[in-house]
């Protein structure tokens, strides 16, 4: 049963993963400007994007689970 738990865990971390190592592999200066920007955003802005990515995030994973995609 615990590894049946972590198995959405492993494939959501491995997505991730996959997608950082695209896009620096296939455009590191993308990152490179990404990051000039964050460093011209204010501390709170940072904050609410990255408060809206997390409530995203978490809407995208209770879809996928409420379409059955992680049972």
């Known amino acids: 049963m615990g590894i049946a ?3 959405p865990l492993l494939l ?9 190592g695209l896009v620096y592999a296939l455009a590191p200066s993308l990152v490179e400007d990404m990051l000039a920007a964050l460093r011209q ?3 709170e802005t940072r904050r609410l994007v990255g408060f809206a990515a997390l409530c995203i ?3 995208l994973v209770w ?3 409420s379409l059955g995609v992680l049972s």
């Open 5 to 7: 738990l972590l198995a």
């Open 12 to 20: 959501g971390l491995g997505l991730v993963l996959i997608v950082e």
């Open 41 to 43: 955003m204010t501390l």
């Open 57 to 59: 995030g978490v809407a």
């Open 63 to 65: 879809l996928a689970a």
